[in-house]
């Protein structure tokens, strides 16, 4: 983390609450975050699953050395490929980094798109068990269409919900109702009920229209493998990332896998992370309209991120909100 710069806070952020940012990959939410922070007097906390991961830079399209010197960033770099994390650290060391920014009156910013770790930090994680290694283990063998019969079986409202393309997803629904005897479904619905955090916070999502965002991916994804993804890659399958069944669920990364054991040509990799990566971005999308208590904001093409990140500012330094520590 960069050294944390001298500042005193505007009069008005007297108990700087947290601001949140969320929106699906390359909205335009990090570049944002970055300028508001700094006008703030902020300090980045990321909400990427990806980003804790050390070594997986170009393909999270993780904040450069440069940025982090502008603004201070937490929770990026934290773990090595051979380590596991999950949204229960997450929310323990977010709540911790919370508390360390606000200690030295600065503002706490999220930005990321992964939205469990949102919903882990605001309502806490329920008391669904911790990992079980051999059942697990067990799972992971299984096809995924035989793991969705067996969900939908068993809880069909989760199996309605669950983002079925995504095994790490299911397998995990699937350990805890084998681990509890109880649907998944219901585990969840625990967290409003019993674990409701009371800090409160600004909460935005951004969005853009289709064709805009869907040029702006494929932009990115031209530059990530210009700027050496495949070279990245090959790199960190040295050091275990086929093995860290996480990661391998990174967009890019695992298709750029494939890549290289002969699976399909550079060109044809390159198109197949734009189509998942477009995916991924629509079910981000799909999940944050689904959460209550945030405010949308859809970004112009037309206008700069500097200039959008200024408007926000101001609404937020005129409205005081950053100093109302009081739970609304």
Same mark, same amino acid.
């Given at each position: 983390?960069?050294?944390?710069? =001298?500042?005193?806070?505007?009069?008005s952020i007297? *108990?700087?609450?947290?601001?949140?940012?969320?929106?699906?990959?390359?909205?335009?939410? $990090?570049?944002?975050?970055?300028?508001?922070?700094?006008?703030?007097?902020?300090?980045?906390? $990321?909400?990427? $699953?990806?980003?804790?991961?050390?070594?997986?830079? +170009?393909?999270?399209?993780?904040?450069?050395?440069? =940025?982090?010197?502008?603004?201070?960033?937490?929770?990026?770099? +934290?773990?090595?490929?051979?380590?596991? @994390? =999950?949204?229960?650290?997450?929310?323990?060391?977010? *709540?911790?980094?919370?508390?360390?920014?606000?200690?030295?009156?600065?503002?706490?910013?999220?930005?990321?798109?992964?939205?469990?770790?949102?919903r882990a930090?605001?309502?806490?994680?329920?008391?669904?068990?911790s990992a079980?290694?051999?059942?697990?283990?067990?799972?992971?063998?299984?096809?995924?269409?035989?793991?969705?019969?067996?969900?939908?079986?068993?809880?069909?409202?989760?199996?309605?919900?669950?983002?079925?393309?995504?095994?790490?997803?299911?397998?995990?629904?699937?350990?805890?109702?084998?681990?509890?005897?109880?649907? @998944?479904?219901?585990?969840?619905? =625990?967290?409003?009920?019993?674990?409701?955090?009371?800090?409160? *916070?600004?909460?935005?999502?951004?969005?853009?229209?289709?064709?805009?965002?869907?040029?702006?991916?494929?932009?990115?994804?031209?530059?990530?493998?210009? $700027? #050496?993804?495949?070279?990245?890659?090959?790199?960190?399958?040295?050091? #275990?990332?086929?093995?860290?069944?996480?990661?391998?669920?990174?967009?890019?990364?695992?298709?750029?896998?494939?890549?290289?054991?002969?699976?399909?040509?550079?060109?044809?990799?390159?198109?197949?992370?734009?189509?998942?990566?477009?995916?991924?971005?629509?079910?981000?999308?799909?999940? @944050?309209?689904?959460?209550?208590?945030?405010?949308? +904001?859809?970004?112009?093409?037309?206008?700069?991120?500097?200039?959008?990140?200024?408007?926000?500012?101001?609404?937020?330094?005129?409205?005081?909100?950053?100093?109302?520590?009081?739970?609304?």
């Amino acid at each position: 983390m960069a050294n944390t710069p =001298d500042f005193h806070p505007p009069s008005s952020i007297l *108990h700087p609450r947290p601001v949140l940012l969320a929106g699906p990959t390359a909205v335009g939410k $990090s570049e944002i975050a970055l300028r508001l922070a700094e006008q703030l007097g902020g300090e980045i906390i $990321s909400a990427d $699953s990806m980003q804790v991961y050390r070594g997986l830079d +170009i393909g999270t399209a993780k904040p450069s050395p440069a =940025d982090r010197a502008r603004v201070p960033h937490h929770l990026i770099d +934290i773990c090595d490929l051979t380590e596991s @994390f =999950d949204a229960a650290q997450f929310a323990r060391l977010a *709540h911790r980094a919370v508390a360390e920014i606000q200690s030295r009156g600065r503002v706490p910013v999220f930005c990321g798109g992964t939205g469990l770790y949102f919903r882990a930090f605001l309502e806490g994680i329920g008391d669904a068990p911790s990992a079980d290694a051999k059942l697990r283990a067990e799972l992971e063998g299984v096809p995924l269409e035989n793991l969705l019969a067996e969900l939908s079986k068993h809880d069909p409202a989760a199996y309605e919900k669950i983002d079925r393309q995504n095994p790490r997803r299911v397998i995990r629904a699937m350990e805890v109702i084998r681990l509890t005897g109880k649907p @998944f479904s219901e585990q969840r619905a =625990d967290w409003d009920a019993h674990h409701a955090s009371r800090i409160t *916070h600004l909460f935005y999502c951004f969005s853009r229209q289709p064709a805009d965002l869907h040029a702006r991916i494929n932009v990115r994804v031209d530059a990530m493998f210009t $700027s #050496g993804l495949v070279e990245e890659t090959r790199e960190l399958l040295k050091r #275990g990332l086929a093995e860290n069944k996480t990661a391998m669920q990174a967009i890019g990364y695992r298709q750029v896998v494939e890549h290289l054991r002969g699976e399909r040509s550079l060109a044809e990799t390159i198109e197949l992370v734009k189509i998942r990566t477009r995916q991924f971005a629509k079910r981000q999308l799909t999940w @944050f309209r689904a959460q209550k208590n945030l405010e949308w +904001i859809e970004l112009k093409p037309c206008e700069s991120l500097e200039k959008s990140a200024q408007k926000m500012c101001e609404a937020i330094l005129s409205s005081g909100a950053t100093g109302d520590n009081n739970p609304r």
